[in-house]
């Protein structure tokens, strides 16, 4: 009988042991639970944010030339989609193409991603009137430089804040929130929504509302590969400032437009 009890209470004690000591794993791996309910898909080591270089933060890197990135092929891209993306994101891009496939659910990356060199092609183009926003040409129709810079930021990033600089996010099927709303688009947004997560994937361009006061407009269309793109955030807000976003025409309008706390930092809260 003493026995029995020596026992337990050593099998009580071990049990208590054993479940501090994993304590740290399950905290760490608390916040990707709550995106992604298939770990073992999943990469363990989450780049430490103090560690991820400011070149890939701002976009200035040539991915074609760095070996963290890879080149998208087809069936998984089409188009402009056929660029580069990280590794890893692309790695769990592949997972949940394959089971968006056997749902019979086609998704296709449409743009994956953008360096800062690119995104000022883009932006510079619209700030400039060659290439026209909403069917004008903005440095006429906007004189001001914030309000200019705030047309174009209803759908295009400022050179340096574009999460497309980060590898880790991808525009997917359209570029359209109608196409998603009906029809076969529809089809793919319930499955994204119902299934992205399992695959580290969150939106982080939902509708603007209370939990959403800033930034972009809703893209359904644009998904984000947590696990990467969550330490990147982070690093994002401990070392860029406004000093940082430079290089391109309008960017004194930065600072004033507070971009940083407003558009990059402007995301749905469940992405973060
Ligand atoms: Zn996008």
């Known amino acids: 009988m003493l026995l029995l009890r020596l026992f337990l209470i050593v099998l009580l004690a071990y049990g208590l042991l054993g479940s501090c000591s994993r304590r740290p794993e399950k905290e760490q791996k608390e916040g990707l639970t709550e995106y992604a309910s298939n770990i073992d898909t999943l990469p363990h080591d ?21 070996s963290l990135f890879v080149k998208v092929e087809p069936p998984y891209g089409q188009d402009n989609g056929l660029g580069y993306l990280h590794k890893e994101t692309y790695e ?13 659910i086609s998704l296709v990356i449409k743009s994956p991603t953008r360096n800062f060199y690119r995104q000022k092609e883009i932006w510079e183009a619209k700030w400039n009137g060659s290439r026209k926003v909403e069917g004008q040409n903005l440095s006429k ?8 810079a705030l047309v174009i930021l209803r759908y295009s990033s400022m050179p340096g804040t574009s999460r497309h600089h980060w590898g880790t996010d991808i525009d997917l099927n359209a570029f359209e929130n109608d196409y998603f709303k ?8 319930n499955w994204l929504q119902a299934h992205a997560h399992e695959y580290g994937f969150c939106q982080p361009y939902t509708p603007k509302g209370p939990e959403r006061p800033d930034g972009y407009e809703e893209e359904r269309w644009h998904w984000s590969y947590l696990p990467l793109s969550r330490p990147y955030l982070e690093a994002y807000s401990l070392s860029i400032t406004h000093d940082s976003i430079r290089g391109f ?21 469940a992405c973060k």
């Open 46 to 66: 989450w780049p430490v944010p103090a560690s991820i270089p400011t070149k890939y933060l701002l976009g200035k890197y040539e991915p074609s030339q760095d």
């Open 92 to 104: 769990a891009f592949k997972r949940m193409h394959e089971a968006a496939k056997s749902d019979g």
């Open 141 to 148: 129709s906007v004189p001001d430089p914030v309000q200019r």
């Open 182 to 189: 009906s029809g076969q688009g529809l089809k793919e947004y």
């Open 249 to 269: 025409a309008g960017a004194e309008t930065a600072a004033r437009i507070d971009v940083i706390s407003k558009y990059v930092m402007g995301i749905n809260p």
